[in-house]
Nanobody, 122 residues
Framework: QVQLVESGGGLVQAGDSLRLSCAAS????????MGWFRQAPGKEREFVAAIMVRAGRTSYADSVKGRFTISRDNAKNTVDLQMNSLKPEDTAVYYC???????????????WGQGTQVTVSS
């Protein structure tokens, strides 16, 4: 059983940067692909970014490509999401998730964190 805990959310202004971190425990972190998702009020949870086990391949939603960067440290059991040039439409609860497979499909992920709120003011 993998436990995931996100941190780093907060209130920022448009154009600012924020770095989210997700700490994993209870499993072999290097066995899992990791993903970041977000959910805004009244909307479905959507894919943001994913990274493979060995960090050799990443995937991003078109809406964040070029602004967000996902990275992982298998020695520290962490996965980060660096978010630059934030926009008000990035406002959401951000979740990290773990799965054996590298996928952007939220339904495929077995383990989820509790989420961290990111609010971007205009």
């Amino acid at each position: 059983q993998v436990q995931l805990v996100e941190s780093g959310g907060g209130l920022v202004q448009a154009g600012d940067s924020l770095r989210l971190s997700c700490a994993a425990s209870g499993g072999i972190f290097s066995n899992y692909a990791m993903g970041w998702f977000r959910q805004a009020p009244g909307k479905e949870r959507e894919f943001v970014a994913a990274i493979m086990v060995r960090a050799g391949r990443t995937s991003y939603a078109d809406s964040v490509k070029g602004r967000f960067t996902i990275s992982r440290d298998n020695a520290k059991n962490t996965v980060d999401l660096q978010m630059n040039s934030l926009k008000p439409e990035d406002t959401a609860v951000y979740y990290c998730a773990a799965d054996i497979d590298f996928t952007s499909n939220a339904r495929r992920y077995d383990y989820w964190g509790q989420g961290t709120q990111v609010t971007v003011s205009s």
